[in-house]
């Protein structure tokens, strides 16, 4: 943990407008983000998962590492994911990119990409892609540090999507909200 850290800051240090955050998420954003996904779940995607803190709990629900899929767009942190966990496929690549390298039926996509931070269009492209590979009623999982949803709302609008709320987590740096967005 202590190397996530170190190497968590590092590229915050190089980058800071690609990482856009203060600290890695915590492990009770990590619990929050990844409730009700297990086995059953199939195949889940994840889109910036930095560190790794997410994607520890995607498999401590019981997610095979076969069935997991890694889009980080920052080298470094793709190569610490590959050494860190085997079997997951690491893919160093920006998630808008994912319809290109993942089968549509996806059962959840876990996201922990900065929505609010980016370009609309680039944030809009990002949240096509994960509709473009989820199974029909599957979830996009998204947390944001603001009192809205992370997904503007022109794209719920164009997508039909319908948002749900499901956690508030207080422990963590900053508290973060989590949501469910999923297309009827």
């Known amino acids: 943990m202590a190397t996530d850290h170190a190497l968590f800051f590092r590229r915050l240090l190089k980058n800071p407008r690609q990482v856009s955050a203060i600290a890695p998420s915590s492990a009770r954003l990590a619990r929050a983000m990844t409730e009700g996904l297990g086995p059953a779940t199939g195949r889940v995607v994840e889109f910036g998962p930095g560190t790794g803190s997410l994607t520890r709990s995607i498999l401590a629900r019981g997610v095979r590492p076969a069935d997991l899929t890694l889009f980080e767009l920052d080298e470094s942190f793709a190569?610490?994911?590959?050494?860190?966990?085997?079997?997951?496929?690491?893919?160093?690549?920006?998630?808008?990119?994912?319809?290109?390298?993942?089968?549509?039926?996806?059962g959840a996509v876990v996201?922990?990409?900065p929505l609010l931070s980016m370009p609309p269009a680039v944030s809009a492209a990002i949240v096509r892609a994960a509709f473009a590979i989820l199974a029909p009623g599957a979830p996009l999982i998204q947390f944001t540090y603001g009192p809205k949803p992370s997904v503007p709302a022109a794209t719920i609008a164009e997508l039909g999507l319908r948002v749900e709320e499901r956690a508030f987590v207080w422990l963590n740096l900053p508290p973060a909200r989590v949501h469910h967005f999923t297309r009827p």
């Open 111 to 113: 996201s922990g990409l």
């Open 79 to 106: 190569a610490a994911l590959r050494g860190q966990f085997a079997g997951v496929t690491v893919h160093a690549r920006p998630a808008d990119r994912a319809p290109e390298f993942t089968e549509a039926g996806v």
